[in-house]
């Protein structure tokens, strides 16, 4: 049974340029959420996404958009990076979109901007 | 609005000695507790969580953690490390609405068990 799988692993930009990175759930899961961990911190909540709609958002711009597929896919873009956007990006997946259900975490993506 | 601080950001410890990993929050809700776990190069698991009902939660892995609510603490205790329990650990604490966009990260503690 696949976990939550990230791609891609590792990536690299230069400011000012647009990414795209992508997340499919865990088996049986129709939600994701995504988070940016900055390097010695903990992850902050970005947005979630339930039947291909944005649910709830964190305190992100609007640079920060999303998208999910009908197959429970899902996909992070940030236009216009910013050194300061420089993190690992985690995508969870769960079946619910509340706290009684957990959440399973992908290994995140490393997105270094020069 | 909650808050986590989590009081060490590193903590080496022998094999097969005890640990504590200490958290306080600030909130002027009641809440929901949570510690998360990160090995190198992975995303985080879910460790133990406080929803209600006993204070004191334990993991199938030998951690346990109580809620005080009086000193508004949720630490994170083993009696016996292992090699393979050097990881980052993370507290985080929700107020009462039970979704994940309300749920707050503290910046971690690292865990080094030394042989």
């Known amino acids: 049974d696949a976990g939550v799988t990230q791609s891609p692993t590792h990536l690299i930009k230069t400011r000012g340029q647009q990414v795209t990175l992508r997340c499919s759930p865990k088996s049986g899961h129709d939600t994701v959420s995504w988070y940016q961990q900055a390097l010695g911190q903990g992850p902050q909540f970005i947005f979630q996404?339930?039947?291909?709609?944005?649910?709830q958002r964190g305190n992100f711009p609007d640079r920060f958009s999303g998208h999910q597929f009908p197959n429970y896919s899902s996909e992070l873009n940030v236009n216009a990076l910013l050194l300061g956007d420089s993190a690992l990006y985690l995508c969870?997946?769960?079946?619910?979109?509340?706290?009684?259900?957990?959440?399973?975490f992908g290994d995140g993506t490393r997105l270094s901007i020069l | 609005a909650q808050s986590v601080t989590q009081l060490d950001s590193q903590v080496p410890v022998f094999e097969e000695a005890p640990v504590e990993l200490r958290c306080n929050y600030s909130s002027s809700v009641s809440v929901y507790l949570f510690w998360y776990v990160q090995y190198p190069n992975q995303g985080l698991q879910l460790l133990l969580k406080?929803?209600?009902?006993?204070?004191l939660v334990e993991s199938i892995n030998g951690f346990e953690a109580e809620f005080n609510k009086s000193q508004t603490s949720f630490h994170l205790r083993k009696p016996s490390v292992h090699i393979s329990d050097t990881a980052e650990y993370f507290c985080a604490v929700s107020g009462p609405k039970t979704s994940y966009d309300k749920v707050i990260f503290g910046p971690g503690t690292s865990l080094s068990v030394i042989p």
């Open positions: 969870a997946s769960s079946s619910d979109t509340g706290l009684n259900q957990p959440q399973h």
């Open positions: 406080y929803l209600s009902g006993s204070t």
């Open positions: 996404y339930y039947e291909e709609e944005e649910r």
